[in-house]
């Protein structure tokens, strides 16, 4: 497939492999649903979590919750894909690492422009899509387009 | 310096047929097969086996009707020739089988079912191996401009080097430039398909056993060092290179940075005395990536070390010489992990039918990768430490 006309980032489809939220990640799940990205974040020492940890891994204490992002970033990694692991993925996606303001990462994909504008440090901001009846999916954006 | 390890050897190793099918095989039956094929090759009756070690070693306590007889039924690469190597310095065991094979498990509409483990954080964004590792790519290539050019010889000299082995699933495909691998269709950016491992189907094993029963082996081959290093599960969070949550630890992109210099100190053996790298190949990133964090070269000039010619036949450090996973076999389940160690070895007992490195007294072999945040480190040694 050549990159020369490549097409604007959008949206997986419905169909495709979707998240099965577990017990822990509900706040997740349903900050989404209400257009709303949170992050597990220890209530005792302020850590992250790269997911909904038991414990938090800086301080060791059962405090993890969830605290409000802002929703915007910076791309710090990204990769397009152009041959999907499952048939209802629809080629290029671009899934990334975007490194919030908050100072910690989050895995996305990338939409709203085409594969070749992808840089690093590319200001994005978070918009959510309905992936089926109960999954909202948190995608970035360029910031402001 | 002295250590436990430095009384147990590998005296048996035995890969079955590879092929992308092996019709009538499951994993269970090509692990026994490998499994077997190892015994003869040490010249060991399966009777004298008291240990197994691997996904199917309680298949094989049975079907080689070894009770009672110790199992470990690990589905893990380097560790569990570890393990194996635990039960005989402690004197658990005196003869250990080491055994994997996948076979009947691959369709042809969906990626292998190891690269898509069910995650709620990455399900919906389409991850898979390929894109996990390029994730890691990318920033490499960011900090210090490394490029699909240098990835893309890393790829053509591992996959000319299976080319040219009988032995491997993709024998006979090449010789490979960097250019054939930079045209080959673009898979997840920055990797094109040659750039990735294949997936394919057969076993591998491999016995251990302790100095006392090894000083009978002329061709017995030696554990120097091992360790290992893990971030966390494979493929379930987001692979951040610079995610360094020990204080004054290494970075995840830097996976195996710490267990090759516990390994080196354990050999009392550094990057200079290795003779010939099996290094694990899912992408050919990877190869660049421990060719530095092994302390093979410093950060930033991995790719350029690949460019001199380095790391082919005839280089300093030849590595993956059989082929490794993007040519010789990826059965998938710990076998393409063992064939690392398997192929060590031989080179070390200067019986590999190709690639075989003149002389070669000290080999490293690795598993794993940045891209599924853990990485095993293993020397080995053709003479007795």
Redesign the interface.
Known sequence: MSTAHTPVLVPQPTGIPLPVPSGRSQPFWEGCRKGRLVLPTCSNCGARALRAFAVCSACHQTTLGWEPSGGRGSLYSWTVVWRPPHPALVVPYAPAVIALDEGWWFLSAVVGCAPDTLHEGMALEVAFHPASETIDLPYFHPLGG | MSHPFHDVAIVGVHNTPQARRLPGHDSSSIALQAGLGALHDAGIPAADVDGVVGTAAADAVLELGLGPCTRRPSGLGIPSIVDAAMLIASKQCRVVLVLAGGAGLLTD???APW??P???????????T??EF???A??HM?DYGTTEHQLATAAAVIRTNGHHNPEAVYHGRGPFTAEDVLDS???????H?LDCATTSEGGCALVLTGADRALDHDDAVWILGCASDSY?PAY??????D?T?RQGGEPAGRVGAHAAAAAFAMAGLGPQDVDVAEFYDPFSFEIIRQLEAYGFCRPGEGGPMVESGAIGPGGSLPVTTDGGTMSYSHPGVAAQQFQRVARAVRQLRGDCPTAQVDGAEVALCSNGGSGALFADVMLLGSSRP
């Not at chain 2, 069910?118 to 898979?128: D, H, I, K, S, T």
């Not at chain 2, 269709?185 to 990797?191: K, R």
């Not at chain 2, 379930?236 to 290179?241: G, H, I, R, S």
Request: glycine residues 8%; hydrophobic residues 55%.
């Open positions: 509409t969906v990626a690269t898509t069910p995650n709620e954080l990455v399900a919906g964004f389409g991850l898979f390929a894109a390029a994730l890691m990318r920033r960011l269709p673009m898979i997840a950016e920055p990797f398909l966390g379930t969070v987001a692979p951040v290179w995610y949550p």
